[in-house]
């Protein structure tokens, strides 16, 4: 099992930049494969990013490409999610998720789920 926290969002102008944050517990994070999702109001929960449990495989959504940055350190449990160039229309609560050994860019094959952190961006 594994606890996955989220930090880093906040309130950005259009075109800003911010770096959030996923520590997770446990000894086993390399186990997981890691991924980023958002919900904004009145919206189902859609990906973002994923990445491979080592990190040598990343996959992004047409919307956030050339834009977002995933990256994880296992030595450090976390993985990172560097927005750059943001949109109002990224505006969301961001979730990061965990699921065992495949990585995965639907929400239900995730099994673990942090608590959210709310971005922002105004126009």
């Known amino acids: 099992q594994v606890q996955l926290v989220e930090s880093g969002g906040g309130l950005v102008q259009a075109g800003g930049s911010l770096r959030l944050s996923c520590a997770a517990s446990?000894?086993?994070?390399?186990?997981?494969?890691m991924g980023w999702f958002r919900q904004a109001p009145g919206k189902e929960r859609e990906f973002v990013v994923s990445?491979?449990?080592?990190?040598?495989?990343?996959y992004y959504s047409d919307s956030v490409k050339g834009r977002f940055t995933i990256s994880r350190d296992n030595a450090k449990n976390t993985v990172y999610l560097q927005m750059s160039s943001l949109k109002p229309e990224d505006t969301a609560v961001y979730y990061c998720?965990?699921?065992?050994?495949?990585?995965?860019?639907?929400?239900?094959?995730?099994?673990?789920w942090g608590q959210g952190t709310q971005v922002t961006v105004s126009s």
């Open positions: 998720a965990a699921r065992s050994w495949v990585v995965a860019n639907t929400p239900e094959n995730y099994r673990y």
């Open positions: 446990g000894r086993t994070f390399s186990s997981y494969a």
């Open positions: 990445i491979s449990r080592t990190g040598d495989s990343t």
